[in-house]
């Protein structure tokens, strides 16, 4: 849930610069730059460095925290397998984002970029219902969560096209890939429960914390890949190619 803040901080960073604002990107990558992948690592970083204050010119507010409206996870089969909805995410601490390393291919116009976040606190509410440690868990309550070192990979490709004058790029395929070193996470004030089953759940889920994010991973990453890609292209269909790679 915390990488969706990463990626868009990261796909701003990548074509926000317009050819008034050139200066925020940190100046032109030269496609014939043997060391290019260097350059356009230091200009990403230098954008993400200025859009946490916020980009009024591409209408960007300040902001540490995004909310994802919901994910679900599901724990066994059957009509007793523990089911939970989590809706208003909020993921804080993603404006933290270091861009660690570029790999391009600027004449097939693909990137592959890794990206690191040290830390990101999530809150949510939650329902579920179904069986978990032989007690039946249905109900809600609230959702916490502490991810330490959060590792991103991020791979796109474009297609170029000419506008008036002007080259653009049309994404054709996105993929991505995240990792978490260390995670904390539980649930408080549950409704119709007592401290015993609370306890007890805040056991389970510290124990089976990366088993559950492996649960949530696989409809995270489409989500994610679905909105990212919609948000890529409409930002791509407003800032030049040429603006940011000149050959």
Request: charged content about 25%; hydrophobic content about 35%.
């Amino acid at each position: 849930m915390e990488k969706y803040q990463v990626l868009i901080f990261l796909f701003i960073a990548l074509v926000a610069p317009t050819s008034s604002n050139s200066n925020v990107f940190g100046g032109h990558c030269s496609k014939q730059d043997d060391d290019v992948d260097a350059c356009l690592l230091k200009s990403f970083n230098n954008l993400i460095e200025h859009l946490k204050s916020g980009a009024p010119e591409l209408d960007i507010e300040q902001s540490d925290s995004i909310v994802i409206d919901e994910l679900s996870i599901a724990l066994g089969g059957g009509p007793d397998g523990y089911k939970a909805t989590f809706k208003d995410i909020n993921a804080s601490g993603v404006d933290d984002v270091t861009i660690t390393n570029v790999r391009s291919d600027l004449d097939t116009y693909q990137f592959q970029l890794t990206l690191s976040i040290p830390h990101i606190s999530t809150t949510a509410r939650y329902r579920s219902s179904g069986i978990l440690l032989l007690v039946r868990a249905s109900g809600g309550g609230d959702y916490w969560g502490e991810y330490e070192n959060v590792k991103a990979k991020v791979y796109f490709r474009g297609e170029p096209y000419e506008r008036k004058g002007k080259t653009y790029l049309k994404l054709k395929q996105l993929k991505l890939d995240f990792s978490v070193k260390d995670i904390k996470m539980g649930v408080e004030n549950l409704e119709n429960s007592n401290s015993v089953l609370q306890a007890a759940l805040n056991l389970f889920i510290n124990t089976n914390a990366h088993e559950l994010l492996k649960e949530m991973k696989p409809q995270l990453k489409r989500d994610l890949a679905e909105k990212m890609s919609g948000f890529l292209n409409r930002i791509l269909e407003k800032i030049p190619y040429d603006d940011w790679i000149v050959d």
